[in-house]
């Protein structure tokens, strides 16, 4: 049997001997990961929140910070008790955020939008896997979405990265539609808080994940939608702004 390549950490590796198990599959995913294909994809599914996620190329491969957006997200939930309200995830891709949150709080409905049909393929297979039940809409976020239900919470991760800004060389097998707004990098948030005042509840909360540059803009569209709104902007691990939180008649 061939040996660990260094740059596979031992788990990884065993994951994949377990998966592919022959040499010569070995080898072939030994040169994908050469070339950056992201090993996530190979494996086949990623862990998040202590949820089983299963992945491939035609969804966002969940990251470390949308973790801590949503492990925010349960603590605000709590404290504001809305723990049995109803949740909207909206981009919602492999559906990490909205089955994390059914999980936490089972008796909430939880719907989940995305324009990707593949990706809400997967996410729907990622809902029966973890035993969850959520209602998933194929619908543009852009396009004057309209709904039977109000919310309490609404939770996004939109495409937020500017165009020509620096990112791994692995997101180049990620869906692109998954990454890049246009031209106007915050479009999504400001569609997005356009639609909350339609499809919320008067007491809720608006929880975003961001890119590091856009919390100041974005705060001042929440601002100029909601101007008795406390908003908070938290940041991640490495201490960037990243997440945005929208708090309406909560206090
Ligand atoms: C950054 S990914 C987030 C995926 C997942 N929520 C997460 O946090 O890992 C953004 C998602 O938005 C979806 N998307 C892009 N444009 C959209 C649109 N106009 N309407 C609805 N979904 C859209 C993509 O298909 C992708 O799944």
């Known amino acids: 049997m061939i040996n660990r ?10 994951l994949l001997v377990k998966k592919y198990k022959s040499e010569n599959k070995l080898k072939k995913v030994i040169k994908k990961i050469e070339k950056d294909y992201p090993i996530q994809y190979l494996i086949g599914d990623v862990e998040f929140l202590n949820t089983k996620i299963i992945v491939n190329h035609h969804v966002l491969i969940p990251r470390f910070e949308t973790e801590l957006l949503v492990a925010n997200l349960i603590d605000y939930i709590k404290k504001y008790d809305l723990s049995n309200n109803p949740i909207i995830d909206l981009c919602t891709g492999s559906g ?9 709080f089972d008796k909430s409905i939880v719907y989940a939008v995305d324009k990707s049909y593949t990706a809400l393929h997967v996410a729907k297979k990622n809902a029966k896997g973890n035993g969850v039940k959520i209602k998933y809409l ?10 039977d ?3 309490s919470i609404l939770v996004s991760n939109p495409p937020y990265v500017k165009e020509g800004e620096i990112v791994t060389n692995n997101t ?7 990454l890049y707004p246009g031209k ?25 994940e961001i890119g590091s540059t856009q919390a100041k803009d974005i705060c001042k569209y929440a601002k ?6 406390i908003i908070k902007v938290v940041k991640d691990y490495s201490g960037f ?6 708090f309406n008649n909560c206090e």
């Open 5 to 14: 390549p260094s740059f596979i950490n031992n788990l990884d590796w065993e």
């Open 224 to 229: 100029k939608i909601y101007n008795n709104a």
């Open 96 to 104: 990490c955020i909205a089955i994390a949150l059914k999980k936490k």
């Open 138 to 147: 194929k619908k543009d976020v852009l396009k004057n979405l309209k709904l």
């Open 149 to 151: 239900k109000k919310f």
């Open 172 to 178: 180049k097998y990620e869906p692109q539609i998954a």
């Open 184 to 208: 106007d990098d915050i479009l999504f948030y400001k569609k997005i808080l356009e639609l909350s005042k339609k499809i919320l509840y008067k007491k809720n909360i608006i929880a975003f």
């Open 241 to 246: 702004d990243r997440f945005v939180f929208i």
